[in-house]
């Protein structure tokens, strides 16, 4: 069973940064379609980041530019840098895996993943 844990959420001001850290076990995380999603009170979940296991990525065009997707096999981790973060930012951050191959276009749709982390609050201040 593939488990996903998400940590590094925190609170910070406007144009600071955080990382976020998900660590994948019970499987190989190179074998492996990452996403990482959003969820602001009262939105719905979007897709922020996602990466193939081939090794191209993703974006939203609301964090293209200032997030950055990345994958530590030696640690089976996948990362979310998040520079020049706005208060617009702010959401519950949840990574998701899938072993299917993922044609572009489906990277950032929630329903092409069927695993789920709990869940990382991020909060960026004015």
């Known amino acids: 069973q593939v488990q996903l844990v998400e940590s590094g959420g925190g609170s910070v001001q406007s144009g600071g940064s955080l990382t976020l850290s998900c660590v994948v076990s019970?499987?190989?995380?190179?074998?492996?379609?990452m996403g990482w999603f959003r969820q602001a009170p009262g939105k719905e979940r979007e897709g922020v980041a996602a990466?193939?296991?081939?090794?191209?990525?993703k974006y939203a065009d609301s964090v293209e530019g200032r997030f950055t997707i990345s994958r530590d096999t030696a640690k089976n981790t996948v990362i979310l840098q998040m520079d020049s973060l706005k208060p617009e930012d702010t959401a519950i951050y949840y990574c998701?895996?899938?072993?299917?191959?993922?044609?572009?276009?489906?990277?950032?749709?929630?329903?092409?993943?069927?695993?789920w982390g709990q869940g990382a609050q991020v909060t960026v201040s004015p």
């Open positions: 990466i193939a296991a081939v090794g191209w990525m």
């Open positions: 019970g499987d190989t995380v190179s074998v492996y379609y």
């Open positions: 998701a895996a899938d072993r299917r191959s993922l044609l572009k276009f489906l990277m950032l749709k929630a329903d092409s993943y069927s695993y």
